[in-house]
């Protein structure tokens, strides 16, 4: 079992419950986002982004690996920069395109 941290934007959120869901019946723990701003049309002031941010981070900490939720090969600034932090600190990273 691993314990997998979800990255993306929030505007995918079926795709993060669905990545969520297969994931967890693969015998994995699996962290994902508290809630889905761009979706739900909720404002997040700088200050939230920047605990979100935080928040993040720490929940990559606790990963064994990021999976990356990149409909259509969409990657946003917030996610490249959980991409390239995961890597930093020797986690694996898998992204939703590349699915076997």
Do not use: N, W
Request: net charge neutral; hydrophobic share 35%; aromatic share 12%.
């Amino acid at each position: 079992m691993k314990v997998i941290t979800l990255c993306g934007s929030t505007r995918f959120r079926k795709e993060f419950e669905e990545a969520s869901k297969t994931l967890t019946l693969q015998g994995h723990a699996v962290i994902s986002l508290g809630f889905f701003d761009k979706s739900e049309g909720f404002t997040v002031t700088p200050e939230q982004e920047a605990l979100f941010e935080k928040i993040h981070r720490r929940k990559i900490d606790l990963a064994d690996e990021i999976f990356v939720i990149d409909v259509d090969g969409y990657i946003g600034e917030s996610t490249r920069k959980e991409i390239e932090y995961a890597r930093k600190t020797g986690k694996a990273v898998r992204y939703y395109s590349k699915q076997d």
